[in-house]
């Protein structure tokens, strides 16, 4: 049997991070392309050299030649300027445009009839980018966002009652921003609602810092996050080429669902082996509607901005 193929474009942090949770879960064979010669390569040797330690077969090629990366199934972009401390996402707008605009003309050229997850920041701005320039159906084309700020929210809210976060179901909604729409009334710890369970006071705080999860890293490290950004787009590479039906909050095209009126943002949706294969429309309140509503308005001017760009 053939093994799938998954092209990670962007040796950095969140590259190399992506491409080796990817080979630990023997997705498929493995090309990590980057413009910066030797880094691909290196990062690829060394991530090779450690697969009889982690019990992995699949091969792991490192490349400036997009010509290997050729009939990929999936390509995760994790091209692009990280934040810097001070830096807002929205300031990635203009020079992360202009890398996701030329990756993705590779992509187009290579492999046309792959699915592209999106990474890089001002996340939601850069998929309506991948999109537009790739000419891709809508199912064809995702982001990685929801998936990570769900798993912040998550973490924060296991830590806080003691509990293990797989026992933690989270939703968020709208841009990958300061505005993202999380969603208590939707959280349940084993079954239980959130909102059961601590106080209104300090599910905002939770709230807030999982807005804020991002920067926290960002300030502490002096770079952006890596480790968990990666595993959002490897679960999301999974659940594609496994077809698992998973449900993730991710950057999903939206025309009448929740009446975002032709944009990519986050939603919950299924992902399986037609890639986003269904948006979840939920019941939100009023409050909840506007909060969304306010958020995917912001993704539409960053988008209205980037055109001149494209």
């Known amino acids: 049997m053939k093994r799938k193929k998954i092209t990670v474009a962007g040796a950095g942090?969140?590259?190399a991070a992506t491409a080796f949770m990817a080979a630990q879960k023997e997705?498929?064979?493995?090309?990590?392309?980057?413009?910066?010669?030797g880094?691909?390569?290196?990062?690829a040797l060394d991530m090779s050299q450690a697969s009889g330690l982690c019990r992995f077969d699949c091969k792991i090629t490192g490349t400036t030649d997009w010509g290997q990366t050729a009939n990929s199934d999936i390509v995760i972009i994790t091209s692009g300027l990280a934040r810097k401390p001070g830096m807002s996402r929205d300031d990635l707008l203009a020079k992360n445009t202009e890398i996701v605009k030329s990756v993705t003309g590779q992509i187009v050229k290579y492999s046309p009839d792959c699915f592209i997850i999106v990474v890089c920041n001002p996340l939601d701005a850069m998929v309506n980018a991948a999109?537009?320039?790739s000419g891709f159906a809508k199912n064809k084309v995702m982001g990685m966002a929801g998936a990570l700020d769900t798993a912040r929210f998550a973490y924060f809210v296991s830590e806080k009652l003691g509990v293990s976060v797989q026992d933690v179901q989270c939703v968020l909604m709208g841009g990958h921003g300061d505005d993202m729409v999380p969603l208590p009334r939707f959280a349940t710890v084993a079954g239980r609602p959130l909102t059961e369970l601590l106080d209104e006071k300090t599910i905002d705080a939770i709230v807030q810092r999982t807005r804020m999860g991002g920067i926290e890293v960002v300030n502490l490290m002096g770079t952006s996050a890596y480790y968990a950004p990666a595993a959002g787009a490897v679960k999301m590479a999974e659940?594609?080429?496994l077809d698992k039906k998973t449900v993730l909050p991710c950057c999903a095209y939206c025309d009448k669902e929740y009446n975002v009126g032709g944009c990519f943002v986050g939603v919950p949706a299924v992902l399986g082996a037609k890639g986003v294969e269904k948006v979840i429309e939920l019941d939100l309140n009023e409050k909840e509607k506007k909060d969304l509503a306010v958020s995917a308005g912001h993704v539409k001017e960053l988008v209205n901005t980037l055109k001149k760009f494209i």
């Open 13 to 15: 942090n969140v590259g």
């Open 27 to 37: 997705l498929g064979d493995i090309v990590l392309v980057d413009i910066v010669k």
């Open 39 to 43: 880094l691909a390569e290196g990062k």
């Open 131 to 133: 999109a537009m320039v």
């Open 239 to 241: 659940a594609i080429l």
